[in-house]
């Protein structure tokens, strides 16, 4: 039996004993089955993300068209087409709820520059710490990542007891073992919420930052160091010149899953001020969550949150057009 191929062809010629005169049978190969096989096995993953995500958000779009309030909910889809009315009660910064629109947008902003800088600094600080071999570094390994593996909920609500006024562990330390303070605090109302919340995501988020700064830094090969540390070049050196630029496609992807994470984080100010936030720490997608359930109106809380998303979208496309430059490789 004798095969034949023509290169670069999908079919392949089986000849083998056939009656006389008779054409040879052909047998294509499986290629077109092995193209279509990713496909179907990325079918269930494609719609359950269809279920899951896009089919509310397109929902929630639909929505933001519509008058819907408390007396619709039974039967949304009857509820009057508002058009493009409330959007424009949302920009309308004029007015009172525009108004607080835009000061828990800046103040979203603020936080999360804050939080992601905070987190990202912590997180290269101790990774680079870590690089070096000594006794007990696997345990700090661990003990840094801890507050990574707990459970936000547990962890956030423990933090809420920690900054009670009257019975915390932070005014118990700061004011009556260590003097810092003439009354104790409040750190869940009025402007030290701010900073209440800051606190907590950074201890909550950095732990992440440090873990993928260290399996970006196991990819740096030892032997650029030495040749360094044999030209003179000492620790900082070391660090501004061959590190962070080593770095660079890692901190990209990292600073903005950090920034996306923190700027749509819902659970961290919900779980630690309640259903009402303070105006110092009102975040926006807690925001958002109140205009929508607090006052009823559905139609303007699905109006701010796809305002949310096409700005999220907007700065996401910018950051990655901005730093996907320089990196294409030039065309022979």
């Known amino acids: 039996m004798t095969t034949t191929a023509a290169p670069g062809t999908a079919e392949r010629t089986v000849r083998t004993k056939n009656p006389p005169g008779a054409a040879p049978r052909t047998r294509r190969s499986g290629k077109p089955r092995r193209i279509a096989l990713p496909y179907l096995l990325l079918l269930p993953a494609l719609l359950l993300e269809l279920l899951v995500h896009l089919v509310p958000m397109v929902i929630g779009i639909v929505v933001s068209f519509k008058e819907l309030t408390q007396f619709y909910l039974r039967d949304w889809g009857t509820a009057p087409w508002a058009g493009a009315g409330n959007y424009a009660v949302a920009i309308d910064f004029d007015a009172p709820v525009g108004e607080a629109l835009l000061h828990s947008f800046l103040t979203t902003c603020l ?21 070096e071999s000594f006794r007990g570094r696997g345990l700090l390994r661990t003990l840094f990542l801890v507050p990574y593996a707990l459970p936000v909920y547990a962890a956030v609500i423990t933090w809420a007891f920690m900054f009670q006024r009257d019975n915390g562990l932070i005014n118990h330390v700061l ?158």
């Open 111 to 131: 936080f999360t520059v804050c939080s992601v800088g905070l987190c990202w600094l912590l997180g290269t600080a101790a990774a680079l710490f870590l690089q």
């Open 175 to 332: 004011h009556d073992q260590l003097g810092l303070t003439d009354s104790p605090p409040f750190w869940l109302i009025g402007d030290n919420s701010f900073l209440t919340l800051l606190v907590v995501s950074v201890w909550k988020g950095w732990p992440f930052a440090f873990l993928i700064i260290m399996a970006g830094l196991q990819n740096i090969p030892r032997e650029i160091y030495e040749a360094a540390a044999l030209d003179g070049a000492g620790v900082r050196q070391q660090i501004r010149r061959i590190t962070l630029p080593s770095l660079r496609p890692v901190n990209q992807v990292l600073v903005l899953v950090l920034f996306l994470w923190t700027f749509n984080d819902f659970n961290t100010p919900f779980v630690l001020f309640g259903r009402a936030a303070p105006q110092a720490a009102d975040l926006v997608s807690l925001h958002i969550y109140q205009s929508s359930f607090q006052t009823w109106n559905f139609g303007t809380g699905s109006a701010m949150s796809v305002l949310l998303l096409l700005f999220l979208l907007l700065v996401t496309g910018t950051y990655l057009l901005l730093t996907s430059r320089g990196r294409k490789a030039p065309r022979a």
